[in-house]
């Protein structure tokens, strides 16, 4: 698979450590009330579709980015490839 | 029909002219007491189970392609109960037993083939685990003999003893474990469960869950709503997607794993050998072909075949460990879906759903499981109660912390 990084280009996925769902750029708050719940589901809980897939990719032998790439879990077609720091700053996060 | 030598020498003198198909091709009732959506190994070995030992045969197998297309026809073949953990020992164990007497069960030849597991190890450190594990294991009077590099040699002389990373210096061979022929389980089990009066229906997806006042009535399917006192759910790799119909999220993640069979060869391997440090793991069909894998893939997939950086790193390894093996030719690879747990263990359970039932979480080592898994499962749709060794694979474990970590690699699926 080929990652069309936005900063580098298209890269070779192997360049790539990949940690799962998107969603744990959302990372709960651990002062809230019911932050036990939040955190089991955030560490254990999955969407886990058969199609399209926003999930987490390091770029660890290259510019070590963390980037958001959305990608069809059917046919391992990638459409969109998004830095996380832009995705995590549009979430409100200031990283 | 029974099966016999004396049928087989009767079928030869006649021109094989009296064999009739193994089960029938049902057409779904509207109304059954229990559903089990899933026709790999553990649907089947459910249904049967409840038929021959539970005593419930208004029972129907859901199948959304033909029975033993998923990864019960997809996987090694290798059975073993290495199990460390309590909560896992008994039940692996217990799926031994019964694979040792399966083919007088069902009275279907599944070619179990009890060669031998032996895994080997390249450190002290890594000796260590391996003498703690075979401890655990006789301590639950499971076989385990720990073999120094001699021992190791007289099994298998033609491994790479001295190889630079990881020389070989020993191993913890499991003598009862070894292969089975995984089409021919899924074959048994659904010719078992058919002539037990089971319905299994081929081509029949499951689209949707009838869930009112928070029961579960019946299924939606591409052939129409069928009504149902019990759905148990047992689709492996499809767990995630087919649960999220009936609401729920899953700990798990779907990954795809690639499995590779090189032409035919003499008879070499003894048994199955596995070299952890590299991720390899090898035994020889008795077509002579050489079956092996290694790591899975690494991302959420649903396809059902792998990619090339995967072929590589498996064929390195195979290199690493049994170098001749560069000498043979690779024939055929393919890929299936695992549902992938967060802990790397199983779940068998019922849901908050009246109703509703759920098995899954099997990763890539739950053929060896499959009878087990089968009569756990029909243990707990006929009698709403959990059978004795699976009462640990509860679906509530991640959030009362209860969670069963042989590999202690934590919440990442794509480590286990
Ligand atoms: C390459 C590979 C190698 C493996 N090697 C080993 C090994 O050596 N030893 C070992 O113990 N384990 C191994 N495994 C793991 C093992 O094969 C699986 O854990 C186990 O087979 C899963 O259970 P199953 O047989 O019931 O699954 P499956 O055979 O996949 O059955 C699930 C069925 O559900 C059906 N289904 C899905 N969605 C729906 C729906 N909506 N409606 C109706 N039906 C549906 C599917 O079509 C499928 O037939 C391996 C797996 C793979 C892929």
Known sequence: MIINHPLLGPRDSQEFVYLGDASLIGRPDWQASDAQQQFYEYLYLRDNPAGLHRELWFHEQGDRSWLVVTRNTLTHEITSVELARDVARALGRDI | ?416
């Open chain 2, 1 to 416: 029909m029974r099966y016999s030598g004396f049928r087989l020498i009767k079928e030869v003198l006649t021109g094989h002219k009296g064999w009739t198909p193994a089960w029938r091709d049902a057409e779904p009732k509207p109304h059954y007491d229990i559903i089990v959506i899933g026709g790999g190994g553990h649907g089947l070995a459910t249904a049967y189970y409840l038929a021959k030992v539970f005593g419930k045969s208004n029972v129907a197998v859901l199948e959304k392609g033909w029975i033993g297309g998923g990864n019960v026809g997809r996987n090694t073949t290798i059975i073993r109960s290495n199990y460390l953990l309590d909560g896992n020992e008994p039940f692996y164990e217990f799926s031994m037993k019964l694979w040792e007497g399966l083919e007088q069960d069902f009275n279907y030849n599944a070619m179990v083939s009890q060669r031998g597991v032996l895994n080997l190890c390249h450190t002290d450190g890594q000796r260590d685990a391996f003498t703690r594990r075979g401890n655990a294991m006789r301590l639950h009077g499971v076989d385990a003999e720990l073999l120094d590099q001699e021992g190791v040699r007289k099994i298998a002389p033609f491994l790479n003893f001295d190889n630079a990373r990881f020389p070989i210096k020993g191993g913890l061979l499991q003598p009862r474990g070894g292969t089975a022929r995984h089409d021919a389980v899924a074959w048994g089990y659904a010719r078992g469960a058919d002539s037990r009066g089971v319905d299994i229906i081929q081509n029949c997806a499951v689209t949707g869950f009838r869930i009112q006042n928070g029961k579960c009535l019946g299924v939606e399917t591409t052939r129409g709503f069928i009504g149902a006192n019990r759905v148990g759910c047992a689709v492996a790799g499809w767990s995630g997607s087919v649960m999220a119909m009936a609401g729920m999220r899953l700990p798990i993640e779907s990954h795809v794993l690639q499995a590779f069979v090189s032409e035919g060869l003499k008879p070499l391997l003894p048994g199955v050998i596995t070299f952890g440090a590299g991720h390899f793991y090898v035994s020889q069909s008795d077509k002579g072909g050489l079956v092996f894998g290694g790591d899975i893939d690494g991302y959420n997939s649903y396809a059902q075949r792998g990619n090339l950086p995967v072929v590589e790193d498996v064929c390195e390894g195979g290199m690493a460990l049994m170098p001749m093996i560069g000498r043979a030719r690779l024939l055929r690879m393919w890929g299936g879906i695992m549902d992938m747990s967060m802990d790397g263990s199983p779940i068998i359970d019922r849901t908050d759903i009246d109703g509703l039932y759920f098995n899954g979480g099997w990763c890539y080592g739950g053929f060896k499981a499959t009878p087990a898994s089968g009569w756990c499962f029909a243990h707990l749709l006929a009698n709403d109660a959990p059978h004795p060794v699976s009462t640990a694979y509860r679906l509530d474990r991640f959030r009362t912390g209860r969670m069963i970590d042989e590999k202690g690699a934590g919440a990442q699926p794509n480590l286990h």
